[in-house]
C-alpha cells in the first residue's frame, strides 16, 4: 500500500511556503496525482494503438522545470497535457481510456483551468515529483486516496463539507442497492465517495453493469478530488461537472440519488437565483426539494439531513414533509447519533429513505446508538451499522427500532418527523464481566497514549533562535466586525469565529485566509485560536495576519503565542481589554523557517496526544462511574 507514502509527500509538500493548510497540500497533490494519472492513461492507449509516441513522456518533463532556476512555469506543463490530449481526441471512438473523449477533456482542462499551482520551492516539486514516479497507480492507491482525504478532514475540519463518513455512505448504498443499467445521481458530490461505494456494491453483479454516473458540486476543490477520486476507482467522469445543481435546467430524472445534502443559509445573491428556479428556505431545504424533483418513478433515494428538517416548522419545511408523507413513500428514518459529522459539524443528522411511489401507511424508525460518543478521534464505523442493515428488509420492531403510523402524523398539525424510541420498562442488563473488561482495555490505551506524550515531549529537538523580534515587524491586527446573533447559525459554510472560538456559523467570511484569531476582551482576553480556513471573525476579537510568509510559519506562531499567556497585558477593571497597541510590543523569537515548521508539528503532536489522553480520561471516568452505579444497583434491587 502507498498511503505512508502519499503522507509522507503530505508532510514534504507542507513545508512549502506556498501552502498553507492540509487542504492546499491534498489539493496540490491531487492536481499532481491527476497529472501522472493521464500520463499512464497516455501510456496504456500508446501501447494498445501499438506505436510509441514522438513527443516526450509528460510526466517525465515535469522534472525539466528542476533543471535550473527558472520560475515554475505550470502553464507550459498545461500545454504538454493538451498537446497529448490533442494526439488522443481525434480518433475518439478507438480510445479504450474515456479521460481523453472530448467531453471529459474538456473537464480535465476546467480544473487546471481552475485550480492554482501553488508550490513554490523547484527543489520541494522535484522530490514530490520523484516520490510520485515511484508510485503505481495500479496497486490499491485508490484506497490509499480515500485514507488521504479522512486524514485531511481530520487535519481540517472545514474540509468534512465534501466528504461523508464512509461507513454511512457504505450502509445507505447498501439498503438502497442500486441496480445496473441506471442512474445513480449525488446533487452535492464532494469527494464521489458515494459513486465509489455504489462501483463497490455493484461490481461483482457483472462486468459490465451499465451503472450511470451523475454529480454536481460548486468548489472547485471537490470537482478536483472528486474527479481524481472517480478515475482513481475506474468510474466515468462524463456525468460529473463543476456547478449548482440547484440551477439545473434540465428535465432529467433518475432511478437512485443518494447524497449529504449541504446545509446552513445560501447567500443573499444565490437567493434571487434559487427563488426564480422555484427554491426558497434553508440550503438543506432546497437540496432536499431538489432531489425529490430529480427522483424518477419507481426511483429511491437516501440522503443525509440535519434534524432540523425533521421538527422544523416553518411553512416550506412543513410542504416539504407533507409531500414526502403523501406523494412519496417515505418508509425509513435512521437516526444518528450527534458527533457522526465531527469534526466537520456537531450538527445531529438523520437520513431519510424515500421512494417515488405510493405511499405506504408506516415509517420505520431506527435510532443509532454506539457504545461510545461519537468525535473526531472516534468516529462512527461499519459494525455500528450491522444491525440497522440486517433489520432493514423486515422492518422488524426491536429495542433500536418501531413503527410510526403516517396517518396519526398527517393529523398531527406540527408534521413533526423527529422521532423517538417507545418508553420501555427498562430490565437489568447489566453484564459486570463484559464492563470490567472494557475498562481493563481502556485503561491499558490509556496507558500506552500516556507513555507516548512521555516520548513526545522527551524529543530533543535543537533549535538556534537567530533573532528576537516584535509582532509590529512581522504582522498586523485587524479588529473583526459586529454580527447580529439572528444571523449565526447551528451550521454553515463559514465558522463564526469569537473570543471564545467557534460560535457559530454565517453565509460571508470577513477572513479570507490563514490567520490567527486572538480574543479582545472580558473573560477571553488573548485566547489564541488558529484558523486555516475563511471565517467571519466578531468585535470581541481580533485577527493577526503576517506581512511576509517567508520569514513566519503561522501554525508556528499560534503556538508560541499561547505559550504566552497574553490575557496578562489587559488592561481594565469592569471589562478587561486587550490593546492593538500593547500586542505590537510584544517579543518572540524566531529560528529558521524550516525549524518553526519542525517545531510547530512537534508542537502539535504533544497537544493532540494532550487530548488524546484527556478524551480517554474522560470515557474512563464516565464508564467507571456507571460500573460503580450499576454494581450497586444490581444488589439493590436484587435486596
Not at 317 to 339: M, W, Y
Amino acid at each position: 500500500m502507498n498511503n505512508n507514502r502519499l503522507t509522507d509527500i503530505i508532510e514534504l509538500l507542507r513545508k512549502d511556503t506556498g501552502i498553507n493548510n492540509a487542504i492546499d497540500a491534498v489539493e496540490q497533490l491531487s492536481l499532481l496525482l491527476l497529472i501522472k494519472y493521464l500520463d499512464k492513461a497516455a501510456s496504456i492507449e500508446l501501447l494498445n494503438e501499438k506505436h510509441v509516441d514522438s513527443s516526450p513522456r509528460l510526466f517525465g518533463e515535469l522534472g525539466d522545470f528542476t533543471k535550473d532556476d527558472s520560475v515554475i512555469d505550470f502553464y507550459t506543463l498545461r500545454e504538454r497535457l493538451s498537446q497529448i490530449a490533442f494526439n488522443f481526441t481525434f480518433s475518439e471512438s478507438e480510445l479504450s481510456h474515456s479521460v481523453f473523449s472530448r467531453h471529459n477533456w474538456e473537464k480535465i482542462e476546467n480544473i487546471l483551468e481552475q485550480i492554482p499551482f501553488r508550490i513554490r520551492s523547484n527543489k520541494i516539486l522535484y522530490l514530490v515529483v520523484h516520490r510520485l514516479e515511484e508510485l503505481d497507480l495500479l496497486e490499491n492507491i485508490e484506497v490509499d486516496f480515500d485514507y488521504l482525504l479522512l486524514n485531511m478532514v481530520k487535519d481540517s475540519g472545514s474540509s468534512g463539507a465534501y466528504y461523508s463518513p464512509r461507513p454511512l455512505i457504505k450502509a445507505m448504498v447498501n439498503v438502497l442497492n442500486p441496480e445496473p443499467l441506471t442512474t445513480v445521481y449525488d446533487p452535492a458530490m464532494g469527494t464521489g465517495g458515494a459513486f465509489v461505494e455504489v462501483k463497490k456494491h455493484t461490481r461483482d453483479e457483472s462486468s459490465f453493469n451499465g451503472l450511470k454516473y451523475v454529480g454536481n458540486d460548486l468548489s472547485p476543490f471537490a470537482h478536483l478530488i472528486g474527479t481524481l477520486n472517480l478515475l482513481l476507482n475506474d468510474i466515468d467522469i462524463s456525468g460529473v461537472s463543476i456547478s449548482d445543481s440547484l440551477l439545473d435546467r434540465h428535465d432529467q430524472k433518475y432511478e437512485f440519488v443518494i447524497s449529504g445534502l449541504p446545509f446552513g443559509k445560501a447567500s443573499e445573491l444565490s437567493k434571487y437565483e434559487y427563488d426564480y428556479h422555484g427554491y426558497s428556505g434553508s440550503l438543506e431545504a432546497m437540496f432536499l426539494k431538489h432531489t425529490m424533483d430529480k427522483l424518477a418513478k419507481g426511483g429511491r433515494a437516501a440522503i443525509i439531513i440535519p434534524d432540523g428538517i425533521l421538527f422544523g416548522s416553518a411553512a416550506h419545511l412543513d410542504e416539504l414533509k407533507r409531500q414526502l408523507l403523501t406523494q412519496f413513500n417515505l418508509h425509513t428514518v435512521l437516526s444518528l447519533p450527534k458527533g457522526t459529522l465531527a469534526p466537520y459539524s456537531g450538527v445531529k443528522v438523520s437520513v431519510l429513505f424515500f421512494d417515488n411511489t405510493v405511499s405506504e401507511k408506516d415509517i420505520w424508525f431506527y435510532e443509532l446508538r454506539t457504545d461510545k460518543p461519537l468525535s473526531k478521534l472516534n468516529s462512527i464505523t461499519n459494525s455500528d451499522f450491522e444491525d440497522f442493515t440486517s433489520l432493514y428488509e423486515r422492518r422488524e420492531v426491536s429495542e433500536h427500532s418501531c413503527l410510526i403510523s403516517k396517518e396519526a402524523l398527517l393529523k398531527d398539525k406540527t408534521l413533526n418527523l423527529s422521532f423517538s424510541l417507545p418508553k420501555t420498562e427498562a430490565g437489568l442488563k447489566f453484564d459486570k464481566q463484559e464492563m470490567l473488561a472494557s475498562l481493563k482495555s481502556e485503561q491499558l490505551s490509556l496507558v500506552t497514549s500516556i507513555e507516548n506524550h512521555f516520548d513526545y515531549m522527551s524529543l530533543n529537538l535543537e533549535c538556534k533562535y537567530i533573532h528576537q523580534v516584535k509582532l509590529k515587524d512581522i504582522c498586523k491586527f485587524r479588529s473583526g466586525d459586529k454580527l447580529n446573533k439572528s444571523e449565526v447559525t447551528d451550521s454553515g459554510e463559514f465558522p463564526v469565529y469569537g473570543g471564545n472560538g467557534v460560535i457559530g456559523f454565517n453565509v460571508e467570511p470577513n477572513r479570507r485566509g490563514e490567520s490567527i484569531v486572538i480574543g479582545k476582551v472580558g473573560a477571553h482576553c488573548g485566547n489564541i485560536h488558529f484558523s486555516t480556513q475563511p471565517y467571519w471573525l466578531t468585535s470581541n476579537a481580533m485577527s493577526l495576519e503576517l506581512l511576509d510568509t517567508a520569514r513566519v510559519y503561522l501554525p508556528y506562531l499560534a503556538h508560541v503565542l499561547k505559550s504566552l499567556e497574553l490575557n496578562n497585558l489587559a488592561t481594565g477593571t469592569a471589562q478587561k481589554f486587550l490593546s492593538i497597541n500593547r500586542l505590537y510590543e510584544v517579543e518572540v523569537s524566531l529560528p529558521s523557517l524550516e525549524k518553526q515548521r519542525e517545531l510547530s508539528d512537534w508542537f502539535t503532536s504533544i497537544e493532540e496526544s494532550k487530548s488524546k489522553i484527556q478524551s480517554l480520561l474522560a470515557d474512563f471516568s464516565q464508564n467507571l462511574g456507571t460500573i460503580s452505579t450499576e454494581s450497586i444497583n444490581e444488589k439493590a434491587l436484587k435486596g
